[in-house]
T-cell receptor, first 115, second 115 residues
Framework: AQKITQTQPGMFVQEKEAVTLDCTYD???????LFWYKQPSSGEMIFLIY??????QNATEGRYSLNFQKARKSANLVISASQLGDSAMYFC????????????FGAGTRLFVKA | GAGVSQTPSNKVTEKGKYVELRCDPI?????LYWYRQSLGQGPEFLIY????????DSGLPNDRFFAVRPEGSVSTLKIQRTERGDSAVYLC?????????????FGPGTRLTVL
């Protein structure tokens, strides 16, 4: 069965420090995509970063990077130089072909950035 | 360009009533998705359209839920005989294609409240 697990309901980080948000996934597919989204209090889901299962290098987008460890089935999000505006819910998601093209989301991690 | 838009932003209805929620995807995006997000949870997949057809409707909870996309652009999610448990934020997303690697871009959501 397809599954995404985010074990950190809440995380605190000091402004300007780096933080890692954990995500593990379960799939029997060889081809899949992993995504991270940010959801601020306004409610809109904002795409942050994508990692394909065949990508050999970890994805990076500005201050966001994805620590992809395929053998461990983990896709942790690293946010460098945290800003107050990073305070939000963060969701890890996966999509694969044999999952029926549905995207499965984790339960999310709420990040609090302290000044 | 314009992002995904959803109307209405808020809908309050009474138990047993019929509601329609509308989604306008990003122009040129062939794939469209509906999700439901309950408070404190990640989005839950409902249905995925590729063009005009529903490629995967396995997430629809029961036959009270139905969605259409007659011209391959705008989609309407229809809920009959609403129940209090249907109260949630309904999110729409679109992507350029329908593969597992295509990034989905989300609209602001419709908050449905069933009294």
């Amino acid at each position: 069965a397809q599954k995404i697990t985010q074990t950190q309901p809440g995380m605190f980080v000091q402004e300007k420090e780096a933080v890692t948000l954990d995500c593990t996934y379960d799939t029997s597919d060889q081809s899949y995509g992993l995504f991270w989204y940010k959801q601020p209090s306004s409610g809109e889901m904002i795409f942050l970063i994508y990692q394909g299962s065949y990508d050999e290098q970890n994805a990076t987008e500005g201050r966001y990077s994805l620590n992809f460890q395929k053998a461990r089935k983990s896709a942790n999000l690293v946010i460098s130089a945290s800003q107050l505006g990073d305070s939000a819910m963060y969701f890890c998601a996966m999509r694969s072909g044999t999952g029926g093209f549905k995207t499965i989301f984790g339960a999310g991690t709420r990040l609090f950035v302290k000044a | 360009g314009a992002g995904v838009s959803q109307t209405p932003s808020n809908k309050v209805t009474e138990k047993g009533k019929y509601v329609e929620l509308r989604c306008d995807p990003i122009s040129g995006h062939t794939a469209l998705y509906w999700y439901r997000q309950s408070l404190g949870q990640g989005p839950e997949f409902l249905i995925y359209f590729q063009g005009t057809g529903a490629a995967d409707d396995s997430g629809l909870p029961n036959d009270r839920f139905f969605a259409v996309r007659p011209e391959g652009s705008v989609s309407t999610l229809k809920i009959q005989r609403t129940e209090r448990g249907d109260s949630a934020v309904y999110l729409c997303a679109s992507s350029y294609g329908g593969s597992s690697t295509d990034t989905q871009y989300f609209g602001p959501g419709t908050r449905l409240t069933v009294l």
